[in-house]
């Protein structure tokens, strides 16, 4: 079982940068895809960036050419650089974990989730 916790979210200007962290606790956490997905108000889930167990990357439309996904398995940590924000970034961000290494998109591959946390862009 891996549990996450996601940091990092703020307030930031639009063009403006941030970086998330996603710690994760437990066992075998390199045999697990990592993804980034985020929520905003009154829409659904939408996937951004995912690394597989093997290093494998797949990154939305939405996400191409701003956002970069990386993962540290000695540090069980994964991480969203997100630069060039934009208002319509605005949303809570989450990390999920797929242990059959491999997630996707597909947010029901996903089977632990961090609490999310909040990224607001203004205008």
């Known amino acids: 079982q891996v549990q996450l916790e996601e940091s990092g979210g703020g307030l930031v200007q639009a063009g403006g940068s941030l970086s998330l962290s996603c710690a994760a606790s437990?066992?075998?956490?390199?045999?697990?895809?990592v993804g980034w997905f985020r929520q905003a108000t009154g829409k659904e889930r939408e996937f951004l960036a995912t690394?597989?167990?093997?290093?494998?990357?797949i990154v939305s439309d939405a996400a191409k050419g701003r956002f970069t996904i990386l993962r540290d398995n000695a540090e069980n940590a994964a991480y969203l650089e997100m630069n060039g924000l934009k208002p319509e970034d605005t949303a809570v961000y989450f990390c999920?974990?797929?242990?059959?290494?491999?997630?996707?998109?597909?947010?029901?591959?996903?089977?632990?989730w961090g609490q999310g946390t909040q990224v607001t862009v203004s205008s």
């Open positions: 690394m597989s167990s093997n290093g494998g990357i």
């Open positions: 999920a974990a797929a242990s059959q290494g491999f997630g996707g998109s597909v947010k029901s591959r996903y089977d632990y």
């Open positions: 437990g066992r075998a956490f390199s045999t697990y895809a």
